[in-house]
């Protein structure tokens, strides 16, 4: 019983289920790139990931400190028809604003840690 209420309640908010559509349609994807299409805040994407992801919709990724979301593979019948309804429904989603090819791993270099410590 719990795991259902788990995935019916993921499902009863709009957002969630235009972000699970989008992910379907575009993902993988990092959360720059959700948080920069939907213009959320990162905070509250988190937290609507989160939701999808403990309902068991989403598998998420790590490549170093990025986190990738897509629709978890396979899906049991239940979900799976769930996504395939979300298909049906023809949303309209914002536009993918890719911009996970700039999320990269910054490592500092000695002249970083130099100018940090000239400004204290």
Known sequence: MEDFLSTT??????????????????GPLCVC???ESFGMIQSRLSRHLKILLD???LRVERRGRWAYYSVRSPLDRFR???VEEIRSLGLELPALQRVSQSCTIKTKT??????KKGRS
């Open 33 to 35: 790139d959700l948080q």
């Open 55 to 57: 309902a068991g919709f």
């Open 80 to 82: 799976l028809y769930a």
């Open 110 to 115: 000695p002249h970083d840690t130099q100018q």
């Open 9 to 26: 309640g993921a499902l009863y908010d709009e957002t969630r289920v235009r972000l699970l559509a989008f992910i379907d349609r575009y």
